[in-house]
Each structure stands twice: as structure tokens, then as C-alpha cells.
């Protein structure tokens, strides 16, 4: 039995899979990985700043234009589109065998291919809000002030934030309970994606106490050697074999 046929014979028999993903689930899509040789943070960007610096908490306050300068231009990619993994995976959320998605992405192409019950560890490019007022702001919205200003202002003058987690910054507590919630009830664990080097998301997988722990990354991850199964290949081309 190959390893795609063992992975449709663990997804078959089991009932309460969470897949637990990263940037590698969307690089099919279009979107750079961060980490890797080409990705967005293997560059360094103005002033000899490099990029992990610019979305930090301190520096989007200390220099918003920079900031956003960098945010828009790298990490917003409105014309993405969810690729084999993304409907794979809303599929078998359908099909009542996915329970919860966690990801670390932002770009919303969970959601955007039909998945309903997704846990955004790292928050979403789609939301938007006012720090002084808390006003909600879509994303065209938050373009359309910093297209005007440079710096997205709502109306009563605050400076509008995306509901991403900057570094500095803690991750959400509900997201966190929720995830954690669901990973530690599992029968399957897939993991899909991911280096598991950013942390406190990549700690989260150790509350699995499931039957199935399932690795899909191009590289070795460090959950590799406690893992039942390992797929060395591209995680959409591998769910667009699983039907």
C-alpha cells in the first residue's frame, strides 16, 4: 500500500479529523511561504530592516507608513484563489470527517473554499478595525484609506489596525481554546504545510492524543518521527488524490 492509499484508508475510518496547516497549504495558490528561500521573509526590506521587524507591534507603531507600506505590497493577495488542498479540505468538512481547520495562514482561502469552522491563529487580512473606536473595516476599505493617506484613518481619526497578530503580539485567547480544543479530541491529526517552527501555534499539535498523526510537508518537521504517516509532496497535489 503506497502512502496515498494509506492516507484515504486512515480519512475513510476516521470521523473527527482536524487538519492543522500552514503557508505551505497556500503556496499552490500563488502565495509566497514566508520561510523559504523565496519567501517574503528571506529578503530584507528599507533601511536594512528585515521583514519579521516591520510586522512587529513596535514598528507598526513607530513607523505606520513603513508598516503599511510593507503589508499591503507583501502580504495582501486579493486575487488568490483556494487551491486542490483548500476544497479537499472543505469537502471532507461537508462530509461531516473534518470537525475544525487551525491554521497560521491570513489569507482567508479556507473560508473562501467552503470551510465554516475555521480557527485563524495568526487572524485575517479581511478584518480590519479602528484602534481608537473600534469600528469594523473590510478590507477594500482598509485599502481605499491607505491608497488616500498612507496610513488607513477612520473617521474619528484613529489609526485603522488589520486583525493580524503582529509579532510582540499574543494570539487570541478564544482562538487558542477553541483550537486546542479540538486537536486534543481528535481522532486525526493532519498536519499539512508547515515547518512547525513558529511558536506558540506549532506547540499546539502536542495536545493530540489521537489514534492518527498524519505529516504532509514538502521538508521534514519536527513532528515527523512521532508522526504514523509522512507525505514528502506538494499538499494539494496529494488532496487532489484523495477522493
Known amino acids: 500500500m503506497n502512502k496515498i492509499e494509506q492516507l484515504k484508508e486512515i480519512v475513510e475510518k476516521s470521523n473527527n479529523i482536524v487538519f492543522f496547516g500552514g503557508a505551505g497549504v497556500s503556496t499552490e495558490s500563488g502565495i509566497p511561504d514566508f520561510r523559504s528561500s523565496n519567501g517574503i521573509f528571506s529578503k530584507s526590506y528599507n533601511r536594512n530592516i528585515m521583514p519579521e521587524e516591520i510586522v512587529s507591534h513596535t514598528y507598526f507603531e513607530n513607523y505606520p507608513e513603513d508598516f503599511f507600506d510593507f503589508y499591503v505590497n507583501?502580504?495582501?493577495?486579493?486575487?488568490?484563489?483556494?487551491?486542490?488542498?483548500?476544497?479537499?479540505?472543505?469537502?471532507l468538512e461537508k462530509e461531516g470527517k473534518i470537525k475544525a481547520v487551525v491554521t497560521q495562514n491570513i489569507d482567508g482561502l479556507h473560508q473562501?473554499?467552503?470551510?465554516?469552522?475555521?480557527?485563524?491563529?495568526?487572524?485575517?487580512?479581511?478584518?480590519?478595525?479602528?484602534?481608537?473606536?473600534?469600528?469594523?473595516?473590510?478590507?477594500?476599505?482598509?485599502?481605499?484609506?491607505?491608497?488616500?493617506?498612507?496610513?488607513?484613518?477612520?473617521?474619528?481619526?484613529?489609526?485603522?489596525?488589520?486583525?493580524?497578530?503582529?509579532?510582540?503580539?499574543?494570539?487570541?485567547?478564544?482562538?487558542?481554546?477553541?483550537?486546542?480544543?479540538?486537536?486534543?479530541?481528535?481522532?486525526?491529526?493532519?498536519?499539512?504545510?508547515?515547518?512547525?517552527?513558529?511558536?506558540?501555534?506549532?506547540g499546539f499539535i502536542s495536545y493530540f492524543r489521537g489514534k492518527n498523526l498524519v505529516v504532509i510537508n514538502m521538508s521534514e518537521t519536527a513532528a515527523d518521527r512521532n508522526a504514523d504517516l509522512v507525505i514528502n509532496q506538494k499538499i494539494g497535489e496529494v488532496f487532489e488524490q484523495i477522493k
Open 112 to 202: 473562501m473554499a467552503g470551510s465554516k469552522n475555521v480557527y485563524e491563529l495568526h487572524g485575517s487580512i479581511y478584518r480590519n478595525y479602528c484602534e481608537k473606536c473600534g469600528r469594523f473595516y473590510s478590507l477594500d476599505d482598509m485599502l481605499e484609506r491607505f491608497y488616500k493617506d498612507k496610513v488607513p484613518k477612520c473617521d474619528c481619526g484613529g489609526t485603522i489596525k488589520p486583525d493580524v497578530v503582529l509579532y510582540e503580539e499574543p494570539l487570541p485567547n478564544d482562538t487558542i481554546t477553541g483550537a486546542i480544543n479540538f486537536i486534543a479530541h481528535a481522532d486525526t491529526l493532519i498536519i499539512g504545510g508547515t515547518s512547525l517552527v513558529v511558536y506558540p501555534a506549532a
Open 74 to 91: 507583501k502580504m495582501i493577495f486579493k486575487n488568490a484563489k483556494p487551491n486542490a488542498a483548500h476544497i479537499a479540505i472543505s469537502r
